[in-house]
């Protein structure tokens, strides 16, 4: 056997090894383009790198050229698969140099703008064989030039993270592919040390074979340590996270205000729609950020990709519909749509998957389209008793400054009921009975307090505008998480069937746990050629139906209350290790130090658990600061009876910060599938705020709350 030096070639095994290690990783993007789109570009990307290894191995005189001949060949088997329409009779082209430097540099962040799976378009998906074939000849160089094997990981581990930033793995999945790169690296050690000869030649191969088992075994546990500490129910975080589309700085009139407009020219078509789904309305845009004076959406689009699944909060069966749909409409950046999207052909929009909202920024003349979308299957006597989804992003939202006679005026319309499905029908009925929707030419206009002041308290008299934005706001005040659409009624299924202005209708939409955004009619608008309502408008109508008279509505069954919970898990908390000392004298010393850091790893430790177990924590970390400071607490007391219980002894701040924490416990309560991660946020930031204004108390009562013990058993 030759010695390998610095500058010679590689034995076969160990360059299979590296090339894996180095193109492996790139199969984790599976979840963002699937599987197959992968498969080709990668396996050309081992393809090739192993077929220029091998030849320099046979003629060294390739040797000084391998790495341009990896990225060289590399890339052509590239262009070929993925941007051969960019070609001209297979040869590149300026267009081809353009795609590829767009795969460079914007080809990742599209895939982070795109809901995934992500179409397989070379625009998108370039990057990721990109990286590979970078981290391949990395690799294989490196291998043959340094004389430490296990460096020649590292690209691969570089993709890898690449990867992981992209779509975390957790749970067994994350055990398996931990595993498989142990494998691989216990390989390369081993076909390393049983191919290298010097002066320890015969040594050698018993050394990898050593190095094998533990490598295996840090693979294995680091696995399950991560496991652990990351379980696979916890949220993985993404990159993509915090990546949208951008939307161009174009000014558009909102749908809201034009709807008076629309209603004044109903025989003017607005689109045409062929289906046999039983279609009660198309949305073109959601509402629910609102100032007091006006309503906007808080749109966070992203690029539309092959398929959506159905929204994460609607755990009930969904059947999948579909329409083709022929807007005229000149202008406008808003498409018609469905609030649970599956997919669009014929274009390509951006989508906000939490409203279903489409839209194509700078649009400038009609379009035609085949949408498919969700729709939720839920029976009648479930989605009456259903709570609300206290998860909803946009549940409580901004209702502004508060007129006057407002809030009374909310309450009486539920009769002081708790926040519930049935609670948004008894809303709904109290808008329908003593109010009228208005028609004719003199029809109101508006959405701000002002006119909305005057359509509850005086006239009682509005379009679906004023209806709709009423209801959301007396929702918003009573604890119900609800948004303002705005679209136009449809007339079931069909062909070519033709919407028209005077079909436009504003309506709230509450969220329900379970079945997600459920389409509410407080100004019992009409369907537009009185077809009976079907699919999820069906059943809510017949909730309708069954609500009870307004003086037999009762509160639904309250579920446990968490507080028990949370005293349960308080009765195993182990206090974090603190170091013990033999002497007497250390015992003062970890008792000054090992206190309030006990406090603050319990209070990170609550602040870190997943869902409504985040907001427990946080009001068992609210009670036990309180306790701390001399305040009394019994058993069963809520969060209001603690802040009543507060009020004689601290700051006022403290007060307000319980009053917070007990709105955000009381929507926690009421969401089978827990609060959003915004709500947990709320919950700790009224934690913050009760802590700052206990800081205001004297210094001797603050020591002596930092000091104490028996907060910190139960």
Same mark, same amino acid.
């Given at each position: 056997?030759?010695?390998?030096?610095?500058?010679?070639?590689?034995?076969?095994?160990?360059?299979?090894?590296?090339? &894996? $290690?180095?193109? +492996?990783?790139?199969?984790?993007?599976?979840?963002?383009? /699937?599987? !197959?789109?992968? #498969? @080709?570009?990668? %396996?050309?990307?081992?393809?090739?790198?192993?077929?220029?290894?091998?030849?320099?191995?046979?003629?060294?005189?390739?040797?000084?050229?391998?790495?341009?001949?990896?990225?060289?060949?590399?890339?052509?088997?590239?262009?070929?698969?993925?941007?051969?329409?960019?070609?001209?009779?297979?040869?590149?082209?300026?267009?081809?140099?353009?795609?590829?430097?767009?795969?460079?540099?914007?080809?990742?962040?599209?895939?982070?703008?795109?809901?995934?799976?992500?179409?397989?378009?070379?625009?998108?998906?370039?990057?990721?064989?990109?990286?590979?074939?970078?981290?391949?000849?990395?690799?294989?160089?490196?291998?043959?030039?340094?004389?430490?094997?296990?460096?020649?990981?590292?690209?691969? &581990? $570089?993709?890898? +993270?690449?990867?992981?930033?992209?779509?975390?793995?957790? /749970?067994? !999945?994350?055990? #398996? @592919?931990?595993? %498989?790169?142990?494998?691989?690296?216990?390989?390369?050690?081993?076909?390393?040390?049983?191919?290298?000869?010097?002066?320890?030649?015969?040594?050698?191969?018993?050394?990898?074979?050593?190095?094998?088992?533990?490598?295996?075994?840090?693979?294995?546990?680091?696995?399950?340590?991560?496991?652990?500490?990351?379980?696979?129910?916890?949220?993985?975080?993404?990159?993509?996270?915090?990546?949208?589309?951008?939307?161009?700085?174009?000014?558009?009139?909102?749908?809201?205000?034009?709807?008076?407009?629309?209603?004044?020219?109903?025989?003017?078509?607005?689109?045409?729609?062929?289906?046999?789904?039983?279609?009660?309305?198309?949305?073109?845009?959601?509402?629910?950020?609102?100032?007091?004076?006006?309503?906007?959406?808080?749109?966070?689009?992203?690029?539309?990709?092959?398929?959506?699944?159905?929204?994460?909060? @609607?755990?009930?069966?969904?059947?999948?519909?579909?329409?083709?749909?022929?807007?005229?409409?000149?202008?406008?950046?808003?498409?018609?749509?469905?609030?649970?999207?599956?997919?669009?052909?014929?274009?390509?929009?951006?989508?906000?998957?939490?409203?279903?909202?489409?839209?194509?920024?700078?649009?400038?003349?009609?379009?035609?389209?085949?949408?498919?979308?969700?729709?939720?299957?839920?029976?009648?006597?479930?989605?009456?008793?259903?709570?609300?989804?206290?998860?909803?992003?946009?549940?409580?939202?901004?209702?502004?400054?508060?007129?006057?006679?407002?809030?009374?005026?909310?309450?009486?319309?539920?009769?002081?009921?708790?926040?519930?499905?049935?609670?948004?029908?008894?809303?709904?009925?109290?808008?329908?009975?003593?109010?009228?929707?208005?028609?004719?030419?003199?029809?109101?206009?508006?959405?701000?307090?002002?006119?909305?002041?005057?359509?509850?308290?005086?006239?009682?008299?509005?379009?679906?505008?004023?209806?709709?934005?009423?209801?959301?706001?007396?929702?918003?005040?009573?604890?119900?998480?609800?948004?303002?659409?705005?679209?136009?009624?449809?007339?079931?299924?069909?062909?070519?069937?033709?919407?028209?202005?005077?079909?436009?209708?504003?309506?709230?939409?509450?969220?329900?746990?379970?079945?997600?955004?459920?389409?509410?009619?407080?100004?019992?608008?009409?369907?537009?050629?009185?077809?009976?309502?079907?699919?999820?408008?069906?059943?809510?109508?017949?909730?309708?139906?069954?609500?009870?008279?307004?003086?037999?509505?009762?509160?639904?069954?309250?579920?446990?209350?968490?507080?028990?919970?949370?005293?349960?898990?308080?009765?195993?908390?182990?206090?974090?290790?603190?170091?013990?000392?033999?002497?007497?004298?250390?015992?003062?010393?970890?008792?000054?130090?090992?206190?309030?850091?006990?406090?603050?790893?319990?209070?990170?430790?609550?602040?870190?658990?997943?869902?409504?177990?985040?907001?427990?924590?946080?009001?068992?970390?609210?009670?036990?600061?309180?306790?701390?400071?001399?305040?009394?607490?019994?058993?069963?007391?809520?969060?209001?009876?603690?802040?009543?219980?507060?009020?004689?002894?601290?700051?006022?701040?403290?007060?307000?910060?319980?009053?917070?924490?007990?709105?955000?416990?009381?929507?926690?309560?009421?969401?089978?599938?827990?609060?959003?991660?915004?709500?947990?946020?709320?919950?700790?930031?009224?934690?913050?705020?009760?802590?700052?204004?206990?800081?205001?108390?004297?210094?001797?009562?603050?020591?002596?709350?930092?000091?104490?013990?028996?907060?910190?058993?139960?």
């Amino acid at each position: 056997m030759t010695r390998v030096t610095p500058e010679g070639p590689a034995r076969t095994v160990p360059v299979l090894s590296v090339l &894996l $290690a180095a193109v +492996g990783p790139g199969l984790l993007f599976a979840p963002v383009f /699937g599987f !197959t789109p992968l #498969l @080709v570009p990668l %396996g050309l990307v081992v393809v090739t790198g192993f077929a220029v290894a091998e030849a320099c191995r046979r003629w060294s005189a390739l040797v000084p050229w391998r790495a341009l001949l990896m990225l060289f060949l590399g890339l052509v088997a590239l262009v070929e698969t993925l941007l051969f329409p960019t070609t001209t009779g297979g040869l590149p082209t300026g267009e081809t140099i353009r795609a590829l430097s767009a795969g460079l540099t914007e080809s990742w962040q599209l895939t982070l703008q795109s809901t995934w799976p992500a179409r397989s378009d070379a625009e998108l998906l370039l990057f990721v064989p990109l990286a590979a074939l970078a981290a391949s000849v990395l690799a294989v160089e490196l291998l043959a030039r340094l004389p430490w094997p296990l460096v020649a990981m590292l690209p691969g &581990l $570089a993709v890898l +993270g690449l990867s992981q930033a992209y779509v975390a793995l957790t /749970g067994l !999945t994350a055990m #398996l @592919v931990a595993v %498989g790169f142990a494998v691989v690296v216990a390989v390369l050690l081993t076909s390393t040390g049983a191919s290298t000869a010097g002066p320890r030649t015969a040594r050698r191969p018993l050394v990898a074979l050593v190095m094998t088992v533990p490598t295996l075994v840090l693979g294995v546990g680091g696995a399950l340590v991560g496991m652990a500490l990351d379980p696979a129910e916890r949220p993985a975080y993404s990159l993509r996270d915090k990546h949208f589309a951008p939307l161009p700085p174009e000014r558009v009139a909102s749908p809201l205000d034009e709807l008076t407009e629309r209603l004044q020219h109903a025989d003017d078509e607005v689109f045409t729609y062929s289906t046999d789904a039983p279609v009660d309305r198309w949305r073109l845009v959601v509402l629910d950020q609102f100032n007091g004076v006006t309503w906007t959406p808080s749109v966070q689009p992203r690029r539309l990709g092959t398929a959506l699944p159905p929204a994460p909060s @609607v755990t009930v069966p969904a059947s999948e519909h579909s329409a083709h749909i022929e807007y005229s409409e000149p202008e406008g950046p808003w498409l018609p749509s469905q609030a649970l999207p599956a997919s669009v052909t014929g274009l390509a929009p951006l989508v906000d998957e939490t409203s279903g909202t489409l839209i194509v920024p700078g649009r400038d003349g009609p379009v035609s389209y085949d949408l498919s979308w969700w729709e939720p299957t839920v029976a009648a006597d479930v989605l009456g008793g259903a709570a609300i989804d206290g998860s909803a992003r946009t549940g409580f939202g901004g209702v502004g400054e508060v007129p006057d006679g407002i809030a009374e005026l909310a309450r009486e319309a539920v009769h002081n009921t708790r926040p519930a499905f049935q609670t948004a029908l008894v809303l709904e009925r109290y808008l329908r009975e003593n109010y009228t929707l208005a028609t004719g030419e003199d029809l109101p206009s508006g959405s701000g307090w002002p006119q909305l002041k005057t359509f509850l308290l005086d006239t009682k008299r509005g379009t679906t505008e004023q209806f709709a934005t009423a209801y959301v706001v007396l929702a918003r005040m009573i604890g119900l998480p609800a948004r303002v659409a705005v679209g136009y009624r449809a007339s079931g299924a069909g062909e070519d069937i033709v919407v028209r202005g005077g079909d436009v209708l504003a309506w709230p939409e509450v969220a329900v746990e379970g079945v997600g955004w459920v389409p509410l009619d407080p100004a019992g608008a009409p369907s537009g050629t009185g077809s009976k309502a079907k699919g999820l408008a069906e059943v809510t109508a017949k909730a309708r139906e069954n609500l009870p008279p307004p003086e037999d509505v009762r509160d639904p069954q309250l579920r446990e209350d968490p507080a028990s919970e949370e005293d349960a898990d308080a009765g195993g908390f182990s206090v974090p290790v603190v170091p013990i000392l033999v002497a007497v004298a250390a015992l003062v010393a970890v008792w000054l130090l090992g206190v309030p850091l006990a406090w603050t790893a319990r209070g990170w430790l609550r602040h870190r658990r997943p869902g409504a177990r985040s907001v427990v924590g946080a009001w068992a970390e609210a009670r036990d600061r309180l306790r701390a400071h001399g305040v009394p607490f019994t058993a069963g007391m809520t969060v209001r009876d603690m802040a009543g219980a507060a009020g004689p002894l601290v700051d006022q701040s403290v007060v307000t910060g319980l009053h917070e924490l007990a709105r955000t416990v009381d929507t926690t309560m009421w969401s089978r599938n827990g609060p959003a991660q915004s709500t947990a946020d709320e919950a700790w930031s009224a934690v913050r705020e009760v802590r700052r204004g206990l800081s205001r108390r004297p210094w001797r009562a603050r020591l002596r709350a930092a000091l104490t013990l028996r907060t910190l058993f139960l």
